[in-house]
């Protein structure tokens, strides 16, 4: 079995996730008490966010590099971010282990379900940024919506606010329930939980139509290439 390296800590909740997404996926293949091998080093949220809200993006990239590099050191096979957000934050470095992104983990899936036409939920780093939904789009042919920029406002209030510290609360399942059907009547098919915080609080019966979780699809591809189920990256 490959070694899976982790960047977590983006936030701390949805890597408990990803860990025990992972760990379930293994053992339910395996049988008895088998689980992953796995190696995770902790991001330091605070700093990255505030390097993100003040532009210094190479701060940021500098940072992830020796995460990278850590994950390397100590046995990685291959590495993924545990975050939408700052998924492009790992790209393109020049390591020797490659990356599991997520837009080609979601990508794959949706295309293998069948879906055109999706609702992407998440913080507006990753709705108005290319990283993730540029390859929706262009590689994977899918037609992507997104909420308009209040509800942008909204869902960053509620993910950077409370998700990312645990904190679960009805009125802001709520507001996203509004969300969902927002992009529902505009077409969406399919609702992407697309920040790794979100199915903290929201599942299938928030949605009129099918939801699927970017953390846990990244997960099980993760599993898959651990065990050499899938094409090389």
Same mark, same amino acid.
């Given at each position: 079995?490959?070694?899976?390296?982790? @960047?977590?800590?983006?936030?701390?909740?949805?890597?408990?996730? %990803?860990?025990?997404?992972?760990?379930?996926?293994?053992?339910?293949?395996?049988?008895?008490?088998?689980?992953?091998?796995? @190696?995770?080093?902790?991001? #330091?949220?605070?700093?990255?966010?505030?390097?993100?809200?003040?532009?210094?993006?190479?701060?940021?990239?500098?940072?992830?590099?020796?995460?990278?590099?850590?994950?390397?050191?100590?046995?990685? #096979?291959?590495?993924?971010?545990? &975050?939408?957000?700052?998924?492009?934050?790992?790209?393109?470095?020049? !390591?020797?282990?490659?990356?599991?992104?997520?837009?080609?983990?979601?990508?794959?899936?949706?295309?293998?379900?069948? %879906?055109?036409?999706?609702?992407?939920?998440?913080?507006?780093?990753?709705?108005?940024?290319?990283?993730?939904?540029?390859?929706?789009?262009?590689? %994977?042919?899918?037609?992507?919506?997104?909420?308009?920029? &209040?509800?942008?406002?909204?869902?960053?209030? !509620?993910?950077?606010?409370?998700?990312?510290?645990?904190?679960?609360?009805?009125?802001?399942?709520?507001?996203?329930?509004?969300?969902?059907?927002?992009?529902?009547?505009?077409?969406?098919?399919? @609702?992407?939980?697309? &920040?790794?915080?979100?199915?903290?609080?929201?599942?299938?019966?928030?949605?009129? !139509?099918? !939801?699927? #979780?970017?953390?846990?699809?990244?997960?099980?591809?993760?599993?898959?290439?651990?065990?050499?189920? &899938?094409?090389?990256?």
């Amino acid at each position: 079995m490959k070694t899976i390296g982790i @960047i977590g800590g983006l936030s701390w909740p949805s890597t408990i996730t %990803y860990y025990r997404a992972i760990n379930e996926l293994v053992t339910s293949r395996l049988g008895g008490v088998r689980g992953p091998k796995a @190696i995770v080093v902790q991001a #330091d949220l605070h700093q990255v966010t505030e390097w993100r809200l003040s532009g210094q993006v190479d701060k940021i990239r500098k940072q992830f590099h020796e995460y990278i590099t850590s994950l390397q050191s100590a046995g990685a #096979d291959f590495y993924l971010v545990a &975050c939408n957000t700052f998924q492009f934050a790992a790209e393109n470095h020049p !390591v020797d282990i490659p990356m599991l992104h997520m837009a080609d983990a979601l990508g794959r899936k949706i295309n293998k379900e069948g %879906y055109k036409t999706i609702g992407y939920l998440g913080t507006s780093t990753t709705l108005t940024g290319e990283f993730i939904i540029g390859p929706l789009r262009s590689k %994977y042919g899918l037609d992507v919506l997104i909420p308009d920029e &209040c509800q942008r406002a909204d869902l960053d209030d !509620v993910i950077q606010g409370e998700l990312a510290k645990n904190i679960l609360l009805p009125a802001s399942r709520e507001m996203f329930r509004r969300v969902i059907l927002s992009l529902v009547d505009q077409g969406a098919e399919l @609702i992407i939980l697309g &920040c790794t915080e979100i199915g903290l609080l929201v599942g299938e019966e928030d949605s009129p !139509v099918p !939801v699927m #979780d970017t953390s846990l699809v990244h997960a099980e591809e993760a599993v898959d290439r651990a065990m050499a189920l &899938c094409r090389e990256l």
